[in-house]
Structures are given as C-alpha cells and as structure tokens.
C-alpha cells in the first residue's frame, strides 16, 4: 500500500525515538488515540442523528486501526484502517458548516488534530469539538517527556498539530476546568468489573461509560450486578461524588457510596413519600409510620442486593409499615410493626397452606432470607 494510504500521520519526535523500533510504552499513546478517536466519531453521530439516544452500534468495533510498520529516524508509526473498513457502507455526514466527510472515523482524527492544534496556540478548544470528549485527552501524551513530542495530521496535512508536555498540561487544566466535585446519582448497567483495583464501568442509557471508583468507599458490588457478554443485566443505581463537566455531563465518579438495583431505589424513594405522612392520614386514629420503624426499613433494604419487581411499601394505620410482592400464584406480606415486631406471611393458592411467622424483634438474617427466598424458617 502507498503511503497516501495511510489513515494520517503518528510520529513522535525527541532524543529517545532516534534510535531503530520504537519505546514499548510509548505505543500505550496509539491505543489512547484510537480511544479518543472513537469517541469523538460517537458524538459527531448523535451530533448529525439528535433522535437517536445512543450512538450508531458497533461503531467501535467496525473502527479497525491497524500498525503496519515503523519508518525511519524517529518513530514514525504508519497506520492504516484494517480490512474490515473495506466492507464497511459509507458513513456520509454533513457537518453544520455544510462539509462533507467520508465517514466518522476520518472527521474524528481531523477534529482532534485541530484541538491539539488550537490548545497549543492558546485558543482553547476549537467551537466544533463536541465538549464530552475533552476528558478523553486525560491519557493522551502521558507517555512523553520533555524535549518529545506527538505530531498529528491527515494524510493530505490539512489538518497537523504537535503535542508535548506543556499542551498536554493545557488539556489538564481545560479538563479540571470543566468539571466540578458534586453529588450525583446516574442509573445504568454495570459493563465491566475489576474488584482488585475497586473500579467499576456504568453504561448509561446514552451510551456513555463512566468510571466508578468504590474501593475506598468500604462497600461490595456483588457480580450478579454485572452485565453479561450482550451488555444486558440488571438497572442499577450509583451514587456517590462525581467530577461533572461545566455542561452537565458526568464523567467519573471518584467516591461511591451506593449502587442499588433500580427497583430498590424506587422503594426506598416511596418510603420517603411515606415519610410526609401525618397522623389522621387515614382517619381521627390512624397514626404516622413511626420514625423508628422508617429508619429499621431503610436499614434493612439497603443491605439488600435486590428486591421483587413489585416489591411495594403501604402505611399501616397502627404507625407500622407493610410490604406486599408476588411469586407465580405465591403472595408475601411483610409488617414491619410499630412495637419493634417483624410479621411475615406467604398466602399459597390453598388457604390450609398459608403460614405466617411472627417475631417480636426485628431480625436481620430472616428478613433477608423471607424477601429474597420466600423462606419463612
């Protein structure tokens, strides 16, 4: 293949890449690129396609960069699309300003080689650099060193810049910049899980991953949260400290204080609700759930992996609290009671197969065992 095939310009520059080959580390810096690369192409899709809420599927995968060899001198590492672009239909896109582009992978490196370019000249980020990708420069460049640098360009070299280390601060600064420490809760699926580091990835409805830091928090994720090989598993709740971008977009959490299936969360907030209510809310009698009996409600819950998707709280009229949920033609009640007691019954079809258990003090280890298996013993 001639060189106009290449995909565009790789070269790193300095003292230590005079030498033949090229440094082992230094090839983390094209595995970043690609990643910027890709998400850059997903947000110019949902940029062009406003009513798609996820960008266009296998996008990633389809985006295949192949390192075919290393020039001369400094480490210039030739790159090419690999053969399954080939067999790819053609991705046409006409940006805002009426250009046309082959296909996303090519205006993506074009975008990033104008960012580089214009954070180096301290203007900031070009306008049409989608904003949610600026925190994928975090790694870029972090292999270099002083007196090296990266150059970037299309093949045609319409589109060049370099970065360095003094850039790639810039792109730290702007990064720190656009994010802010707040208190967030983001619903999603758990699509990767690394319990020796504490780090854990969220797939929002968008499409988005986001990086969750839980190991210092002291808490477990279990790996029934976990998504299988087709991304499917169970909703889940995270919530704790994240960095969240000036426009709002969330981009990793640092701190996580929870991650609860989503059907839990809607209980615990209807115990909230419930939480409101006064004395007299049924009739002259009828009395408010009581706080103690709220607080031992959370408490239980929240030690809970998950709960039955029609697992609903009601107020009892005695200040006490009453949860109904059904299995086949099996319904469940569980009181927890205004005097401390823990009441739990399992209706069969046949009335003479009904049983119930009562316990005059809450009992952690039962509950548990009566709302996640049914067991009464």
């Not at 910027?36 to 996820?54: F, G, H, I, S, T």
């Not at 640092?254 to 609860?260: G, I, K, L, P, Y």
């Amino acid at each position: 293949m001639a060189d106009d095939d290449r995909f565009g310009l790789f070269k790193l520059e300095g003292e230590r890449f005079e030498a033949a080959g090229v440094p082992v580390e230094a090839l983390l810096e094209l595995v970043t690129y690609r990643s910027l690369l890709v998400d850059v192409a997903k947000q110019c899709y949902l940029r062009d396609n406003p009513d798609r809420e996820r960008s266009k599927r296998h996008l990633d995968r389809n985006f295949d960069l192949r390192l075919e060899g290393v020039d001369q001198g400094s480490s210039d590492l030739v790159i090419r699309r690999g053969v399954t672009a080939e067999v790819l239909k053609p991705v046409v896109s006409a940006t805002r300003d009426g250009t046309i582009f082959s296909d996303y992978y090519d205006e993506s490196r074009d975008l990033v080689a104008d960012a580089v370019h214009s954070v180096a000249a301290g203007n900031g980020l070009p306008i049409n650099f989608p904003r949610k990708s600026i925190a994928k420069f975090r790694n870029f460049g972090r292999t270099l060193e002083p007196g090296s640098r990266l150059r970037l360009a299309s093949p045609s070299g319409s589109h060049s810049a370099s970065l360095d280390v003094n850039v790639r601060e810039a792109f730290l600064a702007l990064i720190a910049d656009e994010a802010q420490a707040a208190r967030q809760e983001v619903a999603g699926r758990l699509v990767e899980l690394d319990t020796e580091r504490g780090v854990f990835h969220l797939r929002t409805s968008d499409g988005d991953r986001i990086p969750c830091l839980y190991g210092f928090s002291g808490i477990a994720v279990p790996n029934e949260l976990l998504a299988d090989e087709n991304g499917d598993g169970p909703l889940v709740t995270v919530e704790g400290e994240a960095l969240v971008s000036s426009e709002g977009t969330i981009q990793r959490f640092t701190s996580v204080s929870a991650v609860r299936r989503v059907g839990l969360d809607d209980v615990l907030q209807k115990l909230d609700v419930i939480s409101h209510l006064q004395d007299g809310w049924l009739d002259r009698t009828s009395h408010a759930v009581s706080d103690d009996v709220l607080r031992r409600a959370r408490s239980a819950l929240k030690d809970l992996d998950a709960v039955p998707e029609d697992f609903q709280p009601a107020p009892l009229p005695d200040g006490g609290l009453r949860f109904e949920w059904a299995r086949g033609h099996v319904e469940y009640v569980l009181e927890f009671e205004a005097d401390g007691g823990l009441y739990m019954c399992r209706l069969a079809e046949s009335a003479d197969q009904d049983e119930d258990r009562n316990l005059s003090a809450f009992e952690s280890g039962a509950f548990r065992r009566f709302v996640t298996d049914g067991q009464l013993d």
